[in-house]
T-cell receptor, first 114, second 116 residues
Framework: EPEVTQTPSHQVTQMGQEVILRCVPI?????FYWYRQILGQKVEFLVS????????KSEIFDDQFSVERPDGSNFTLKIRSTKLEDSAMYFC????????????FGEGSRLTVL | AQKITQTQPGMFVQEKEAVTLDCTYD???????LFWYKQPSSGEMIFLIY??????QNATEGRYSLNFQKARKSANLVISASQLGDSAMYFC?????????????FGKGTMLLVSP
């Protein structure tokens, strides 16, 4: 069964360092997303991406964040200068269509900022 | 106001029993979708079931069914014949078509514990 894959599964970084989280969406999906979940809290939307550009972003997704699809398969989330409060589980997701049906999540990348 | 409300922080059920996890939602959109996800202790988000606002029949997927009551704005998840492996956090989520088609808004979740 096709799945969304994410790397790394866990990353520990120092405050102020840049972090890149990688995702490989399901191959025939066109819509890609990043969500995050701070420990013990609910899952929050960060950004959606379609046709090589951001289609929506939340207020959490400030100038420290960026997304990119550098090639035909990878979808990355970059945090330029990490803060303690960026510690969370980051989920990549993809879907075939934008407004109906299933949204498939990866297993998540746990980011710990020290 | 909360868009998705899950009033049960935790639920206990015995193996082989059925359990209902509550979810109510708030939207002024006519077109929306409702989702349930399972998050085991390992952390991944597993899609369980989807209900579109215009679907006339309640969605079912194996042991999962969604009790969709549009007038009450509720989308409860029913798990029949609970198994030990069902122990996990369960999240209800909504996607509003007119208010941002790609954004899923999640509830705070319900922790389900299945005992032998």
């Amino acid at each position: 069964e096709p799945e969304v894959t994410q790397t790394p599964s866990h990353q520990v970084t120092q405050m102020g360092q840049e972090v890149i989280l990688r995702c490989v969406p399901i191959s025939n999906h066109l819509y890609f997303y990043w969500y995050r979940q701070i420990l013990g809290q609910k899952v929050e939307f960060l950004v959606s991406f379609y046709n090589n550009e951001i289609s929506e972003k939340s207020e959490i997704f400030d100038d420290q964040f960026s997304v990119e699809r550098p090639d035909g398969s990878n979808f990355t989330l970059k945090i330029r200068s990490t803060k303690l409060e960026d510690s969370a589980m980051y989920f990549c997701a993809s879907s075939e269509r934008p407004n109906t049906g299933e949204l498939f999540f990866g297993e998540g990348s746990r980011l710990t900022v020290l | 106001a909360q868009k998705i409300t899950q009033t049960q922080p935790g639920m206990f059920v015995q193996e082989k029993e059925a359990v209902t996890l509550d979810c109510t939602y708030d939207t002024s959109d006519q077109s929306y979708g409702l989702f349930w996800y399972k998050q085991p202790s390992s952390g991944e988000m597993i899609f369980l079931i989807y209900q579109g606002s215009y679907d006339e029949q309640n969605a079912t997927e194996g042991r999962y069914s969604l009790n969709f009551q549009k007038a009450r704005k509720s989308a409860n998840l029913v798990i029949s014949a609970s198994q030990l492996g069902d122990s996990a956090m369960y999240f209800c989520a909504m996607r509003e078509i007119n208010s941002g088609y790609s954004t899923l808004t999640f509830g705070k979740g319900t922790m389900l514990l299945v005992s032998p």
